[in-house]
């Protein structure tokens, strides 16, 4: 799953209840990974995000699977990555209900998660202070109306409503929340998050609006679906470019273009779901956007031009044996340009090499 890089070590993230929570896989030489060890987690917990800044690796722990029985262990981890191949527990956030399920921590005081508490209905959002990360708390809440169970306000029969993560950036956090679309928020001093506007581009069915990336100062979102549903089930997922210039009236500029081909026939997920999030001391564009579409591959678009964007570059592996598709799910590109994909099956990890003028990507 998640994939974060610190200098010749990656932190994978794994989902799936068969005992292992973060592989930690040396990567001093890139056509030669090879896993070093593999965090445990408890059975029925996965521990598939992990958020990394300076010597500290933040990681969830959530129950799998979602919204069966009761999982063992339920919150935030906190290690010290000091020395990058042995992780060092440090600290930990319990959650009361199913856990955390993706975060976004930069370094700063304060980490961004999605969580599955008591008393909500669906993912919420939650604010963790890490000012002391030993003992990290829990700081704030977030939620849709009608989520908590004691909202006047009621969701719709059927909804989806539900937090997936933000992404901050200074004083704005900006993040998928589900059928409930793009969300933009102020973020206060005190981590706390107030509602500026959202956006919904749902056209029938579940949109299940996943990741929201702002793009440099350029006043533009990338916002990503998540293909949940098998063989094109369901409403059609999309990668959206959504004008921010008015943040209060977010609209939608354009859409990225579909890959074409017969993939919704080749079984398993089609569709988008992450992207490269230009954290620092990784890969920085304002333009060109990494995403993750599950079994078309790793897809590369060029935004310069808003009215037209452009697709620039693809990598479509074979399946692993046994797998009838791959199914790629994450991607950190670093600064040399190096991509690092993971596939949510059995595909694992591969190792991609950039280019740049003209951009175009070849396995290493």
Known sequence: ????????????????????????????????????????????????????????????????????GVPESSGLLVYDVSRPAEPRRIGFVPVDGLGVHRIWWDGARFAYASARERGYDARILIVIDLADPTRPRLASRWWWPGQHEGDRERLPDGHDVGAHHVIVRGERAYGGYFDAGLVIYAVAADGSLRLISSLSCAHGGHPHTHTALPLGER?????????????????????????????????????????????????????????????????????????TYFNAGLRVYDTGDPEDVREIAHFVPEPPAGQPAIQFNDVLVDRDENIFV????RGGLYILRGTMGPWHASAT
């Open 219 to 291: 006043n533009v979102v990338v916002v990503t679906d998540e293909a949940i549903e098998p063989n094109c089930e369901g409403a059609p997922k999309h990668v959206h470019l959504i004008d921010i210039r008015d943040e209060t009236r977010p609209r939608e500029w354009t859409r990225f273009p579909v890959p074409k081909g017969d993939y919704c026939s080749r079984g398993l997920r089609f569709g988008p779901h992450n992207v490269h999030e230009n954290r620092t001391g990784t890969f920085q564009s304002d333009r060109i956007v990494f995403v």
């Open 1 to 68: 799953m998640q994939i974060m890089r610190n200098g010749d070590v990656l932190y994978v993230g794994h989902m799936g209840d068969f005992g292992v929570g973060t592989s930690v896989v040396d990567i001093s030489d890139l056509s030669r990974p090879r896993v070093l060890r593999q965090i445990p987690v408890p059975k029925g917990t996965h521990s598939h995000k992990v958020q990394l800044a300076g010597d500290m690796l933040l990681a969830n722990h959530e129950q799998y699977p979602y919204r069966v």
């Open 342 to 345: 993971t596939d949510r099956v």
